[in-house]
């Protein structure tokens, strides 16, 4: 029905992969009333400390109060603006593990006393991908249903683990990778002097080779700089980091997609994408829900 995505090179993956070329850009610039009704609504956002100060002196004041007051100059704020002016059944929102704890638990409890004060009941679940991919990847999924349309007692259950093997990295690795992802011997050098000031200093910061065998570190947008959190050894030669299709699917997205754009923002898109494997398994949790209710209104 409608998709907002501010980053260009993001925007350039997506019409490639999914063939659409209305692509809306900063949401912040969108007005509710201008986007589609619509049934579910997912998305991401940075997850910015929000005000839960009392609302009466702000009220005194002629200020806004609610989550217009808590949320305001978050992305978060246009989120919940979208859902008060168009309801959609379900919300799904996914952001860092940290967003549990952020500002002292309380930009967690800004968003879920927001959605309920929209009259949404509120499920949170922090689900680690190394059962899905070789990596671990810690990251919240909230999923919220509209106790307008579903009541109180929502029967939503998030999903287990897979079962069966576990992946592992090296099901991953290419056989051939270009050499030109092997670190040069002046990074390698000064990665390898950085791990040693820091280990001196009681510090854990450093690279880290990856376990063919096991899952990796968590892959982060900053991997195009050095690959350091994801290093892959080779013998008689220095570690690489992992190509783009690599990383592709280490985050667990269909070997079909092309790459579109440069290693720089591949590896950028690919530290910050949720894994796809995750929210099909979380999405057929909610599609549960939705036919559950689907019977119970027949």
């Known amino acids: 029905m409608f998709t907002s995505e501010w980053n260009e090179y993001s925007q350039k993956t997506y019409?490639?992969?999914y063939g659409d070329d209305h692509v809306h850009g900063d949401i912040t610039a969108i007005a509710p009333a201008d986007i589609p009704d619509h049934d579910v609504l997912a998305g991401g956002f940075p997850c910015q400390p929000f005000s839960l100060a009392g609302v009466s002196k702000k009220a005194s004041l002629g200020r806004e109060h609610g989550f217009r007051d808590k949320t305001q100059g978050t992305l978060f704020f246009h989120v919940a603006e979208i859902v008060e002016a168009k309801r959609p059944k379900v919300v799904l929102l996914e952001n860092v593990k940290n967003?549990?704890?952020?500002?002292?638990?309380r930009t967690w409890a800004v968003i879920r006393e927001t959605m309920e004060a929209l009259d949404y009941k509120v499920f949170g679940k922090i689900i680690d991908a190394k059962d899905y991919v070789p990596q671990h990847r810690e990251?919240?999924?909230i999923?919220?249903?509209?106790?307008?349309?579903?009541?109180?007692d929502i029967p939503f259950e998030f999903p287990a683990p897979p079962a069966g093997p576990k992946p592992k990295l090296r099901d991953i690795l290419e056989a051939t990778p270009?050499?030109?992802?092997t670190l040069t011997d002046n990074l390698w050098a000064y990665?390898?002097?950085y791990a040693a000031k820091h280990r001196a200093a009681g510090n854990g910061f450093g690279f880290g080779l990856a376990n063919p065998d096991g899952v990796t570190r968590t892959i982060s947008a900053r991997y195009h700089k050095d690959g350091s959190e994801i290093l892959i050894a080779q013998p008689g030669r220095n570690p690489r980091r992992l190509t783009p299709k690599e990383a592709l699917r280490l985050?667990?997205?269909p070997?079909?997609?092309p790459i579109v754009v440069s290693d720089t923002q591949a590896y950028r898109q690919f530290g910050n994408a949720l894994v796809p494997l995750i929210a099909e398994a979380v999405g057929k949790q909610v599609l549960a829900v939705l036919d559950w209710h689907r019977v119970r209104t027949a």
């Open 178 to 181: 270009d050499p030109k992802y």
């Open 191 to 193: 990665l390898q002097q």
């Open 255 to 257: 070997e079909d997609k």
């Open 99 to 105: 967003l549990v704890s952020h500002d002292k638990g």
């Open 251 to 253: 985050m667990g997205f």
């Open 139 to 141: 990251r919240i999924f």
């Open 15 to 17: 019409k490639a992969w």
């Open 143 to 152: 999923v919220c249903f509209d106790t307008r349309v579903f009541g109180g």
